[in-house]
Each structure stands twice: as structure tokens, then as C-alpha cells.
């Protein structure tokens, strides 16, 4: 049981929790059918993404075994048979995708394209330089559209920014922890790592991390928040983004963090309060 749960990796479904912020910021949480179909669509992304992980783990075994810590995976590590997780997979896809269709065409349509993207991202585009963040960022975007989109809620324009750029941000430091980790060797492990350097990521890091703070700021005071919340309160969360970011950053350079956005949170007791304070701060508000 441990080495399947390595290998469909639950603690990354709280990557789908950008499936709701349509919904706690459009003030949908009152409609008990638009909170129905987001959380089919979480579901949905949540079972997606673990066959996405089985995937890349039967793609990438072989080179998995180089690196310090993925040689350690089921498949890597021979613990489960190619077979077995193909097939797992395979029924993680099927779920996956009768959920979102339960959710709605839309939502189905999300999902595939989000699919389609990691093939392209396990295929090659992987190895593409600036490419391959991008395309990490662009799998985020589509569980924010899902939650608003594919379920008729109209998305803000800033917080579309303010997602883009949180995105960028993990992925530039999940690139400049594997760098670190790796030490010397990241080329054997994955060919992109070639491309970067740590004076490069740390560039694309803080203007990335500044970019999310601003336009998250911009967003809580600007006139179309203020006419759809009727509260200039939100001004009152920037301090938990700010601290949440700086953390990040700290653990990024200081305690080997950044690989996993996912295990981080969950670890550092730091960061989950001020993404715990966050969220509690903006139910009261908003409610």
C-alpha cells in the first residue's frame, strides 16, 4: 500500500485546490449545484493528476534512477510492476474523466487539454528551456479554469494574473531546488536542468515572486473587487501572502525546500498558518 501511494502521490491533490477559488471568490458557495460540479472537477484534476504521475514515472524510471530521491520511487525501485501501474493508471484516467463529464462538458474538455499537455510535457517539451515552467504553470491555470469557466462562474482577470504568476513562481523554485539537489549530476537526470543556472533562477524567482504579490495587492483594492465584495477587507490578507512567499523563499535557500510545493505546505507549520490564516481571513471577510 505505501508503494502505491508513492506512486499516485495523494498529497498532490492539494494542487487541485485552485479548482476553488472560482468558487469562494465569485460568491458561489451558497449554490449547492456550482459547489456539486466543483467538486466533481476537483475530483476529476485530483485522479488526472495521479495518472499523470504514473505516467511520467513509467516514461521516466530509467532515468529516475539516477537521481537522489526519485530512485526511490515504486517503478524506479522495482516495487511495482510496469504492468500493474499501467493498469492503475489507465483506471485513474477512466475516473477521472467520467467525473469531469459529471461536472460538465466544459469541465471534460479542461481535463483533456490538461492531459494532452502533460503528454506533450512527458513527450519532450520537458526538455524545452523557460518552456517547461511555463507548461508546469499552464496545468495550474487549467484547474483555476475549471473551477470558474467550466462551471459558469467568470473568472477575475487579476486573480488569472496573480495565479499565473504564484505558478511561475513554485515552478522556477522547483527547478532551482532540483538544480541544488542534484549537484553537478542534474543533466544526467533531466536534460533542461542544463539550460538553467542558480543566478538565472533566482532572477526569474523574484520577479515572479514580486509579480504575485502586486497583482494579488492590485486585485484586493481594485474597483472590480470592491464592487463585487462591497468590502475593501481583502487589503487585510496581503500580509499572509507576503509571509507566505517570503517563507517559501527562506526554505528555498536555507532548508533545501521548493522541489514540492505540496509536501512543503504540509510540513512547515509555518507556511500552513499563513495559508490556513489566509483562507480563514478570507471567508470572514467575504462572508
Known amino acids: 500500500m505505501k508503494a502505491w501511494i508513492k506512486l499516485l502521490r495523494p498529497h498532490q491533490w492539494l494542487k487541485s485546490a485552485f479548482v476553488f477559488v472560482g468558487l ?26 495521479s495518472a499523470v504521475y ?20 515504486p517503478l524506479a525501485a522495482g516495487t511495482i510492476t510496469a504492468g500493474a501501474a ?21 469541465v471534460l474538455a479542461i481535463v483533456v487539454a ?16 523557460l518552456l517547461d515552467v511555463f507548461l508546469i504553470a499552464a496545468g495550474f491555470m487549467l484547474r483555476i479554469l475549471a473551477g470558474t469557466l467550466g462551471v459558469g462562474i467568470a473568472p477575475s482577470h487579476w486573480l488569472l494574473l496573480c495565479g499565473l504568476m504564484l505558478t511561475l513562481f513554485l515552478g522556477f523554485a522547483k527547478r532551482h531546488a532540483e538544480l541544488k539537489a542534484l549537484d553537478g549530476h542534474a543533466a544526467g537526470h533531466r536534460q533542461v536542468l542544463d539550460e538553467y543556472d542558480p543566478a538565472l533562477l ?32 481583502l487589503m487585510a490578507t496581503v500580509p499572509f501572502v507576503v509571509y507566505g512567499m517570503f517563507r517559501y523563499l527562506y526554505r528555498l535557500h536555507r532548508h533545501a525546500g521548493g522541489g514540492d510545493a505540496a509536501v512543503d505546505l504540509m510540513t ?8 490556513l490564516g489566509w483562507l480563514a481571513a478570507v471567508i470572514v471577510i467575504l462572508g
Open 54 to 73: 504514473v505516467g511520467n514515472d513509467l516514461v521516466d524510471r530509467e532515468r529516475d534512477r539516477q537521481h537522489p530521491k526519485k530512485r526511490q520511487r
Open 202 to 233: 533566482d532572477k526569474l524567482i523574484g520577479i515572479c515572486a514580486t509579480a504575485t504579490i502586486v497583482s494579488y495587492s492590485l486585485y484586493t483594492v481594485s474597483p472590480e473587487t470592491l464592487a463585487l465584495h462591497g468590502t475593501v477587507g
Open 114 to 129: 490538461y492531459l494532452l499537455l502533460n503528454v506533450g510535457y512527458t513527450l519532450g517539451l520537458k526538455h524545452v528551456v
Open 268 to 275: 512547515d507549520r509555518h507556511l500552513l498558518a499563513a495559508a
Open 24 to 49: 469562494l471568490f465569485g460568491h458561489a458557495w451558497n449554490d449547492a449545484q456550482l459547489v456539486g460540479q466543483v467538486l466533481l472537477a476537483a475530483a476529476a484534476f485530483s485522479l488526472a493528476a
Open 86 to 106: 499501467f493498469a492503475v493508471g489507465m483506471a485513474c484516467l477512466a475516473a477521472a474523466g467520467l467525473l469531469a463529464w459529471l461536472a460538465s462538458p466544459a
